[in-house]
Every structure is written in structure tokens, then in C-alpha cells.
């Protein structure tokens, strides 16, 4: 499977050369303290989990804007917008966009003058969907098919990395968090948006949208009911803010602090590499 697509215009050296021998997903090796991951509230083989959640966006690839507008009335344009903000792109920056899947977030970042933006996702039909609309929007990006969790890059290479709601989907997620750190030049920040867990008294009637009108949703616009139950487990299945906050520690990051939206539906954490 070909690692890089559309990077012709990108600094040759900014890929590493090993890049096109990166084994394709399925053949990633397991962690031996790992052998049971969670998909959604299914315990499955670690191995499995990544060609499990690339089938869950091959399905919704082609809807999945709407679907993200339909399920949150919109308000995931707030949060990126949020997220945008709280990176503070100057001039000169090169921006790592982990599952950038259709690339909203790295078209947001694109537009701001003098940064560079790099968009990855594991799952090629994502990645193709961010590519396309990038073009569309008159945005030639690079774009490189990957595993977070086996970055292609050199250390120190990124100032800022940026990661919306793809944290949850991968299986090793301490190990995605320490390539974050490792591929940050000293002062970066990386800056990680995902579902996480709302304000206790909004529970229950959360828990029934996500697990009864999702899916609905899903059902109606992409034919697809269980990729979206999966999306409401893989949720709840998400560590909470405090948690993912020490992993952040765990991983080597400083001043880690996190931003609770919409109470607590999303929270963006951010950390930043000290040296």
C-alpha cells in the first residue's frame, strides 16, 4: 500500500525515507501487553481493531460531513473553530493533522497566512474525501496515508499537531500520544479534540440521543445504523478528561490543561513539549 499520495510539491526531506516501506495497517505488530483491545463495547484482538474502525469510514466516507452537521447540529464547526484558535498559527509553522479524515480542520488551519499544513489518516478513502475538498477549496496539501501510532516523520519536525475525534478510534492510544510528542519540535503544542464525558445531569438524555437517534440518523443518510452505534460506544468507551489529561503527562507533555464544550460533550486537551 503506498504511504504518500499527492506529496509531489513537499520537501522531499521531510518525509522519512523508509516512508513507502511502511507495512499497511493490518500488519502493524501488537504490543505484547496488549493483546485485547475494546471496539466499541466489543473486546476484540488488538490486531483487528484498525481494519475493523477502517471499515466503519470506508461506509460513511462519502456522508460524513453531513453526518457530522446532523449529529451535532452543527456545533462541530464550533469546536475546530475553538480548536483553530488555541493553536495560534503564526507564519512559518508546519502543522501535523492527525485523521484528518475529510480535512476540515486542516482546510481551517491551511487558510491562515504562511503555514503549512500536512494532513494524514490511516483510512484511504478518508484521506481521499480531505484531499478532493482540498483541492476544491483551491488548497494543494500534502497528504500522507499512515498509522498515528507509527508516524513516517523525524523527531522535532512539527510545531504544532493537531488530532479531532480519531483519538478514540486508535487502539493504542499512550502510543499515538508519545509519537504526538515525539514528532513536536521543543515548544509545540498538540492539541487533541475528541468526545469525552458530559456534565452528569445531561447523562441519560445523551446516552439516548447517541444510542437511539444516531443511529437512526445513520441509517437514513449513509444505510449504515452500526458504524454509528459503534461511534456512540467508542464514546463512552473513551477515557474521561482528567484521564486522558495524565496520559498527556504520561507521554511527556507539560502544561497539559483541557477545555470542556458543550458540557463536556467534547473537551479539547492540549499539551505542550517542554525539550
Given at each position: 500500500?503506498?504511504?504518500?499520495?499527492?506529496?509531489?510539491?513537499?520537501?522531499?526531506?521531510?518525509?522519512?525515507?523508509?516512508?513507502?516501506?511502511?507495512?499497511?495497517?493490518?500488519?502493524?505488530?501488537?504490543?505484547?501487553?496488549?493483546?485485547?483491545?475494546?471496539?466499541?463495547?466489543?473486546?476484540?484482538?488488538?490486531?483487528?481493531?484498525?481494519?475493523?474502525?477502517?471499515?466503519?469510514?470506508?461506509?460513511?466516507?462519502?456522508?460524513?460531513?453531513?453526518?457530522?452537521?446532523?449529529?451535532?447540529?452543527?456545533?462541530?464547526?464550533?469546536?475546530?473553530?475553538?480548536?483553530?484558535?488555541?493553536?495560534?498559527?503564526?507564519?512559518?509553522?508546519?502543522?501535523?493533522?492527525?485523521?484528518?479524515?475529510?480535512?476540515?480542520?486542516?482546510?481551517?488551519?491551511?487558510?491562515?497566512?504562511?503555514?503549512?499544513?500536512?494532513?494524514?489518516?490511516?483510512?484511504?478513502?478518508?484521506?481521499?474525501?480531505?484531499?478532493?475538498?482540498?483541492?476544491?477549496?483551491?488548497?494543494?496539501?500534502?497528504?500522507?496515508?499512515?498509522?498515528?501510532?507509527?508516524?513516517?516523520?523525524?523527531?522535532?519536525?512539527?510545531?504544532?499537531?493537531?488530532?479531532?475525534?480519531?483519538?478514540?478510534?486508535?487502539?493504542?492510544?499512550?502510543?499515538?500520544?508519545?509519537?504526538?510528542?515525539?514528532?513536536?519540535?521543543?515548544?509545540?503544542?498538540?492539541?487533541?479534540?475528541?468526545?469525552?464525558?458530559?456534565?452528569?445531569?445531561?447523562?441519560?438524555?445523551?446516552?439516548?440521543?447517541?444510542?437511539?437517534?444516531i443511529p437512526a440518523i445513520g441509517k437514513l443518510v449513509t444505510n449504515d445504523a452500526d458504524s454509528y452505534r459503534y461511534l456512540a460506544e467508542s464514546i463512552r468507551m473513551h477515557p474521561d478528561q482528567e484521564t486522558l489529561a495524565q496520559m498527556f503527562r504520561d507521554a511527556g507533555f507539560g502544561q497539559v490543561r483541557y477545555?470542556?464544550?458543550?458540557?463536556?460533550?467534547?473537551?479539547?486537551?492540549?499539551?505542550?513539549?517542554?525539550?
Amino acid at each position: 500500500m503506498a504511504c504518500v499520495h499527492g506529496c509531489t510539491s513537499a520537501p522531499p526531506s521531510a518525509v522519512s525515507s523508509h516512508c513507502q516501506a511502511i507495512p499497511s495497517f493490518q500488519e502493524f505488530p501488537v504490543s505484547d501487553t496488549q493483546q485485547k483491545t475494546h471496539f466499541g463495547y466489543q473486546q476484540v484482538d488488538a490486531a483487528e481493531k484498525a481494519g475493523r474502525v477502517r471499515g466503519v469510514f470506508d461506509s460513511v466516507a462519502s456522508r460524513y460531513d453531513l453526518m457530522n452537521d446532523l449529529m451535532s447540529g452543527g456545533l462541530h464547526r464550533v469546536w475546530k473553530h475553538f480548536t483553530v484558535g488555541q493553536a495560534a498559527l503564526r507564519p512559518g509553522m508546519r502543522v501535523l493533522d492527525l485523521a484528518t479524515g475529510s480535512g476540515d480542520l486542516a482546510r481551517a488551519m491551511a487558510r491562515k497566512p504562511g503555514v503549512e499544513v500536512w494532513m494524514t489518516d490511516i483510512n484511504a478513502a478518508m484521506l481521499d474525501v480531505g484531499r478532493d475538498r482540498a483541492l476544491n477549496d483551491g488548497l494543494s496539501l500534502p497528504t500522507v496515508q499512515c498509522d498515528a501510532e507509527r508516524l513516517p516523520f523525524p523527531d522535532k519536525h512539527f510545531d504544532r499537531v493537531t488530532l479531532a475525534f480519531g483519538l478514540r478510534n486508535m487502539t493504542n492510544k499512550d502510543v499515538a500520544l508519545k509519537e504526538i510528542h515525539r514528532v513536536l519540535k521543543p515548544g509545540g503544542k498538540a492539541l487533541v479534540l475528541e468526545f469525552s464525558k458530559v456534565w452528569e445531569p445531561l447523562r441519560r438524555p445523551y446516552d439516548a440521543f447517541s444510542f437511539n437517534v444516531i443511529p437512526a440518523i445513520g441509517k437514513l443518510v449513509t444505510n449504515d445504523a452500526d458504524s454509528y452505534r459503534y461511534l456512540a460506544e467508542s464514546i463512552r468507551m473513551h477515557p474521561d478528561q482528567e484521564t486522558l489529561a495524565q496520559m498527556f503527562r504520561d507521554a511527556g507533555f507539560g502544561q497539559v490543561r483541557y477545555f470542556n464544550m458543550t458540557a463536556g460533550v467534547v473537551a479539547l486537551h492540549q499539551g505542550v513539549r517542554l525539550n
